[in-house]
């Protein structure tokens, strides 16, 4: 009898384990079909919850503490970008294979339209773009053999910009380098597309240099209010010579830009119209082989430098502006804050970045691959790679000036 309540027992543990490993499978699968809204707790003050800080990690800088404060419920698979919503507690964190966002039927409208997202090579919702109360979503999309990017008005349930296809050359696509840095400025969209291409300087990766093709490219786009939303008109090419740049901002009146470079070599830009960025000619980093970058152009030649290049590469991921709590304390020089995936972690840049001077960089340690970061109400969030979000909180160390 014993020895059959042991045996009893190890079935039951064994078909848990099996549940367990099913639900590990199928459940994320099922639940990044749908984007959901986050609320979160934006009340800091002087009289904050210790025991919430208990709860999260620390980092101290030269001058300041950084706890790190896990928000619930915000599991996905992989990162597409965060929505801002009507209500400045909440948030969506939208999942790549999302088909619904905010009620928004992608599915249905790639469906009407003979579409379907091409879900192959990293693929998938890449940016969630925000343009004067209108939605719009960068995505993978293939129809019939033709596998391209496009831009997507959620909001008006219609095509924005259809991209060409990509060239058939096989193993060398991969989504993860479409790019979906965006910014507004002066009523312009700009947005930065990748070449898609898997590693070096191969098919995919020619087409940043060409003028013709959207891939490669900062693209500029006219904001055009209308009756019914918002349109985006008269696509231009305004920077080239770009590899996989994911993260954009304004800041004053400068654009700047992170880029992935090859291993090594990834890049904070300042861009510019017309000027050329180099890929794949011009790369302080080098082919994966540790070959050097092969260009038929001299080294430099009629290209624009980065602001600053990390070699070894960081896995740059974002850019942000510092919470008022840093730029306050650095008034007088440029504060912007840079995320990265490989070094877990993100970094605060110090500098004139109008005369293209980098003076300081401070790493801070997450302990986490940040995809995206955003500020909300003056406190920084930090989105990993799989959708957990991260409040930081920041206090002035004792005794700093």
Same mark, same amino acid.
């Given at each position: ?83 801002? @919503? ?65 831009? @997507? ?216 691959? @940040? ?17 957990? @979000? ?12």
């Amino acid at each position: 009898m014993t020895h059959w309540r042991f045996r009893k027992a190890a079935i039951l543990t064994s078909l848990v384990l099996v549940v367990l490993c099913l639900m590990e499978f199928w459940l994320p699968n099922y639940v990044s079909r749908f984007s959901k809204r986050i609320a979160v707790d934006l009340g800091i003050s002087d009289g904050r919850d210790r025991t919430r800080y208990a709860q999260g990690t620390h980092w101290e800088s030269n001058d300041f503490l950084f706890s790190f404060v896990p928000v619930e419920g915000t599991e996905t698979q992989r990162v597409a970008g965060v929505l801002r @919503v009507d209500d400045p507690k909440q948030f969506v964190v939208v999942d790549q294979q999302a088909d619904t966002i905010e009620g928004y039927q992608l599915g249905a409208l790639l469906a009407a339209n003979g579409y379907s997202i091409a879900v192959k090579n990293s693929g998938g919702i890449k940016q969630i773009i925000e343009v004067e109360g209108a939605l719009f979503a960068l995505v993978s999309l293939q129809h019939e053999e033709c596998v391209f990017a496009g831009l @997507v008005d959620l909001s008006a349930m219609r095509m924005a910009d259809k991209f060409p296809c990509f060239p058939e050359v096989e193993n060398e696509l991969s989504f993860n380098g479409i790019g979906g840095g965006y910014t507004t400025k002066d009523g312009f969209l700009y947005v930065s597309i990748g070449t898609a291409a898997n590693r070096g300087t191969d098919a995919h990766s020619q087409l940043a240099q060409d003028p013709k093709s959207p891939f490669g490219k900062t693209l500029r786009y006219k904001i055009v209010r209308t009756p019914t939303g918002v349109q985006l008109e008269d696509r231009e090419m305004f920077s080239l010579g770009h590899r996989n740049p994911q993260g954009m901002m304004t800041f004053d009146d400068l654009i700047l830009s992170v880029e992935h470079g090859p291993k090594g070599g990834d890049e904070l830009n300042i861009i510019d119209q017309n000027r050329n960025y180099g890929w794949p000619y011009y790369s302080m980093g080098s082919e994966y082989n540790d070959e050097p970058i092969p260009g038929t152009a001299p080294v430099g030649e009629g290209m624009t430098d980065p602001v600053y290049a990390f070699v070894p590469s960081i896995g740059i991921s974002d850019i942000s502006h510092c919470p008022e709590i840093l730029a306050k304390y650095y008034e007088g020089l440029d504060c912007v804050l840079i995320s990265s995936l490989r070094a877990k972690s993100f970094y605060i840049v110090l500098g004139h970045l109008k005369d293209r001077k980098v003076l300081s960089i401070e790493k801070i340690e997450v302990q986490g691959r @940040v995809r995206e970061m955003f500020l909300q109400d003056e406190l920084l969030f930090l989105v990993t790679d799989f959708g957990n @979000v991260i409040r930081v909180d920041i206090e002035t160390l004792a005794g700093s000036h």
